[in-house]
Nanobody, 127 residues
Framework: QVQLVESGGGLVQAGGSLRLSCVAS????????MGWFRQAPGKEREFVAA????????YYADSLEGRFTISRDNAMNTVYLQMNSLKPEDTAVYYC????????????????????WGQGTQVTVSS
């Protein structure tokens, strides 16, 4: 049974940083593409970042303006999301996602590409 468990969320002031972690179990983590999505109240879930297993290529939402960094540690079955210069508009529930489907520039941001999802971790940025 695949499980993705996120942690690291919390309350932070604008301009601060947080690092989210997602530990995966029940799958061969090293051959899964991993992603982060977020969902703010009243809004649809949106893509944040992804990292491919084969090439280690990374993909980011344009709106992040280079403030977030995704990385993975295959030995720890963990994917991270380092978030810097946080803004109130980054407030959302952040979800980890995994897929064996191939990621490319045309599909990495699509929710339907990802088969497995975590329960989410809340990030709140105060102004």
């Amino acid at each position: 049974q695949v499980q993705l468990v996120e942690s690291g969320g919390g309350l932070v002031q604008a301009g601060g940083s947080l690092r989210l972690s997602c530990v995966a179990s029940g799958l061969t983590f090293s051959i899964f593409n991993m992603g982060w999505f977020r969902q703010a109240p009243g809004k649809e879930r949106e893509f944040v970042a992804a990292v491919a297993w084969r090439t280690s290529s990374t993909y980011y939402a344009d709106s992040l303006e280079g403030r977030f960094t995704i990385s993975r540690d295959n030995a720890m079955n963990t994917v991270y999301l380092q978030m810097n210069s946080l803004k109130p508009e980054d407030t959302a529930v952040y979800y980890c996602a995994a897929t064996r489907l191939g990621l490319s520039s045309g599909n990495y941001y699509m929710r339907q590409m990802y088969n497995y999802w975590g329960q989410g971790t809340q990030v709140t940025v105060s102004s």
